[in-house]
């Protein structure tokens, strides 16, 4: 049991609000990879998202420096708080270089690493929400590390059949990286899961 | 106000230091990339530099293992060391790349993103020299947030004119490294800003 | 001299164990680039001791967050154990890309990389068992910064070499990725050098 004090509570309410931000995201990313035809305006809105949870992330970080009894140990808040800000970062970046790069019809397997990223972030958004009932939380971190694993398999299926069929260097180059960010996200997503093991872990 | 104790000044003198020598590299990089005339000479003198630098940032790790009371937290004092070096070392990156993949007409927004960062060294040698002065300290953190932002969209445009008119692929990966390299000093000058945020957020 | 717990020998044990699995990787990944008649196999190989080394990982982890006395400070073996992890997944990550771009006729700096990973994977042998004799790790810490410094050298070379001679941009993408990926896990074996040099220090 995390040994929780009452009056902490507010940190558990903003890693849920930063949590339910990143799963918007990561929603809204999946949607542009899959219909395409509005992006520049759906782009926009994830970079909103993005703010946002910069926002949300200062003002843990802000409450973390002047809180004198926390939850769980203070350098676990922070770093759970920065992986989950990761997460979003690199949603974000892969929005982003589908304007920068003009990708205007997505590969599928972005598309698919997307809905990897999806799941994750519900993941992690149930494991933030429960907390307290560490044998329920590992079992959501254990799930968020399968779908990384999963993510993995996928980007590197991917990006083996680009250098097999794309003839094109500066196309493979923009598809190369999409795949590469995408896989990125969903290693922050196993890192904020690490965080909340080591956070279960010290508390047993 | 940062409660200073005055037998440990020098680790204030040691970040001047260390700040004055990031402020010089920067400073020969950009013009470096306004004047290649003598490329290989200049670029050697950074590597001079960023050598220099490692001394610094490891007399400053030692010192911090042997003193038993620091100014403020010693996570933070290693922390900002390091994200100085980190810049430093994308400074000398940058200008390696420049002999190593031959680029003796380096392109305009190269030399747009060094200017920014010479302004973040500079700002950041100003505010560790006003360490104490909370207030204004902040002031010079939030001008090195906004540097950081303004090479994101430099670099960024930057970048999408690459894809859009460079036809040759070679030249479109030194390029954009090039790039990628100067932006990445000014994540790390900006990772340096928020460390000394957290330190002031601390001592308020 | 560090201050030994003896009932927490078991963090030398753990240590002496991930140390010889990372080394065994090394080599595997040097004779595969000297000798690829067999890669796909060999590479499956690897992957199962980055699985290994996963584990051993994880347990360490497990075991620090649960052990109440610890030989050295909790974050020191925390960042040794994982950069440590982190050069195997670089190991691992150059051998995956010979499969994954077919790279069946790897290039010889590439073994001259690996070569360097080997040694610097035993002087990290070494250097942890030996932890209480100071002086005597750090002759080795010395050694695997060397080494990284060598590496740096050949890896600039090797990427130089192939923007003046190679032609086909999708091969000096795959090629300058692999020498770059084998420059990063002598990076993170000098992040292991470094934390064991803070440890000396903390303790001297």
Redesign the interface.
Known sequence: MVRLIPRETKFFRMFAEVSTNLTEGARLLHHILQNPSNIVADVSKIQDIEHRGDEMTHNI??TL??TFITPFDREDIHALTSSIDDVLDFVNAAA?RLV???IYNPPPAAAELAQIIVVQTEELATAVSVLEKTQLMISHCVEINRLENEADRVS?KA??EL??HEKD??Q???F?ELYEVLESATDKAEDAANVLE?VA??S?
Chains 1, 2, 3 share one sequence.
């Open positions: 970080f802000t420096n002047q982003t920068l790069y003009k590197r990006i083996a250098f097999e260097p500066i493979l180059i923009k190369k080591t872990l010290k047993s």
